[in-house]
């Protein structure tokens, strides 16, 4: 073979390694920042959870017809982030198989991964804290999206509720 052909052969591999090595770092800054947003995202969404969260079911019991009785709900609001992967069972209680699972943000900022179990005569869930690097390692990108979502149509609603109340207090002025 041609030594000009064979040494630009061997540069265009060499070239190609070093490309691969730098995709994979530029690969897990990505990933390292991605949670760094996220965890900026969740702190500034904190405080419209509080108004537009919802109150989580934490347990209740089932009649035979299957509605839900004497139900208890979390404390804190939240809103819905992502749905996962079913685990075969609960962290809680390994008897305990998970029918859903999802991912919430809680009033306070705070990431949880949150699974129900539903049997015949209880609904029951356990609800346990992920950093947002394991929140974003589970949901992936997903949940920036949902979370994006969620403030932009909460600042949607803010924005008609405030033209909403400019154009009452015009009435009101005019007389």
């Given at each position: 073979m041609d030594p000009i052909i064979e040494e630009g052969y061997n540069r265009l591999l060499e070239t190609l390694g070093?490309?691969?090595?730098?995709?994979?770092?530029?690969?897990?800054?990505?990933?390292?920042n991605a949670a760094a947003l996220l965890a900026r995202m969740?702190?500034?969404?904190?405080?419209?959870?509080?108004?537009?969260?919802?109150?989580?079911?934490?347990?209740?019991?089932?009649?035979?017809?299957?509605?839900?009785?004497?139900?208890?709900?979390y404390e804190k609001r939240m809103i819905l982030l992502g749905k996962g992967e079913p685990l075969p069972y609960r962290p809680d209680d390994t008897a305990k198989p998970v029918d859903v699972q999802i991912c919430v943000l809680d009033e306070d900022g705070v990431f949880h991964e949150l699974m129900y179990t539903n049997t015949e005569i209880r609904?029951?869930?356990y609800l346990s804290v992920l950093t947002?690097?394991?929140?974003?390692?589970?949901?992936?990108?997903?949940?920036?999206?949902?979370?994006?979502?969620?403030?932009?149509?909460y600042a949607e609603k803010e924005e008609e509720l405030m033209a909403a109340l400019a154009r009452t207090l015009e009435y009101i002025a005019i007389p």
């Open positions: 070093t490309l691969e090595a730098e995709k994979e770092e530029a690969a897990a800054k990505v990933r390292e969740a702190a500034d969404a904190a405080p419209a959870v509080k108004k537009v969260g919802l109150e989580m079911l934490r347990r209740a019991r089932r009649e035979a017809s299957g509605q839900l009785y004497d139900q208890e709900f609904t029951d869930s947002p690097e394991e929140a974003f390692e589970i949901y992936g990108y997903e949940i920036l999206f949902m979370l994006y979502r969620a403030l932009y149509e």
